[in-house]
């Protein structure tokens, strides 16, 4: 089963102290990166919630934002900083009177600061407000997964539409580099009758000659291997497990072996159904580099 490393989950739950929401979104990593963003009262549950993630997602760079709308009675005090207030007086007096301004300096201009009044929240339960945002960060990651199917499920039908293109247009591949041989030599004889207005059709050299040639066009081992490649990567379709990587690298050696056949005929048939597969390969590799 494929999963895609790109997702959006949401999760919310809900108590007396308030509502709490958690967003997640994934993109492609080679490796799983975590970044988590939360109020700073609540911090110390950072690595539960890193841990909570680590567990059901394997790859990707995974962002959280965790949102709380408070009830008013989680918020059990306000307090002004009186030192950044006198400090911000002192500050804005000096400037006016090194710029020679007449401004009136009240106390909304000082209140505006958002260090000078410290939203302080003190919790009587810190493990509710703990239990509420772990909730509401499972059901974001069950649904962030849930989308991870579903993307995987679509990505997973497009590849084997693309694989069994791919094994079709190899069939007639080897039937046109079986035919390549044949052409050569008939074009061969034809060009040397031609020349000499002779029969040659047995000539040893013709005969050494269509020879060399298919020995360096043959593309039997190049073919045979491309198959395999595309049968194990139906397989590892199957897997739980990651597969991302492995299938990364069965693409690069799809690759390499089309390429080998694209280099080794000149033959117009097989240059068209290199061009083919060489246009599929490429349409998986742009996917694979999305799947966990």
Do not use: W
Not at 135 to 160: H, P
Not at 184 to 209: A, F, G, M
Request: glycine share 4%; hydrophobic share 40%.
């Amino acid at each position: 089963m494929l999963l895609s490393m790109t997702a959006f989950g949401r999760g919310e739950c809900k108590n007396k102290n308030g509502r709490f929401s958690v967003e997640i979104q994934s993109v492609n990593r080679k490796y799983l990166e975590i970044n988590v963003v939360l109020p700073r009262q609540f911090t110390s549950i950072e690595p539960d919630i890193r841990r909570l993630i680590g567990e059901k997602l394997d790859r990707g760079k995974v962002n959280v934002l965790v949102d709380i709308e408070y009830n008013p009675n989680a918020i059990m005090v306000v307090k002004p900083n009186l030192s950044m207030a006198k400090s911000l007086l002192k500050s804005y007096r000096s400037i006016a009177k090194e710029l020679g301004l007449d401004g009136k300096i009240d106390i909304i201009s000082i209140i505006r600061n958002r260090e000078v009044i410290e939203d302080v929240r003190t919790f009587e339960n810190f493990d509710e407000f703990k239990k509420a945002i772990m909730c509401a960060t499972e059901k974001a990651v069950n649904a962030i997964r849930k989308m991870q199917i579903i993307e995987g499920n679509a990505i997973s039908k497009d590849f084997y539409d693309r694989l069994n293109m791919m094994k079709k247009t190899l069939k007639s591949l080897k039937k046109n580099a079986i035919l390549a041989v044949k052409k050569y030599r008939n074009r061969l004889i034809q060009r040397i009758k031609e020349i000499t207005n002779s029969k040659t059709e047995n000539d040893d050299r013709i005969l050494r000659e269509v020879a060399i040639y298919a020995d360096k066009t043959d593309v039997t081992e190049e073919i045979t291997r491309l198959e395999s490649h595309i049968n194990q990567f139906k397989n590892y379709m199957k897997s739980s497990a990651p597969i991302g990587r492995t299938l990364d690298f069965l693409v690069q050696e799809m690759h390499r072996e089309i390429n080998t056949v694209g280099a080794k005929s000149a033959d117009l048939d097989i240059s068209n159904s290199v061009v083919l597969i060489k246009s599929e390969i490429e349409k998986i590799r742009e996917q694979v580099q999305n799947i966990v």
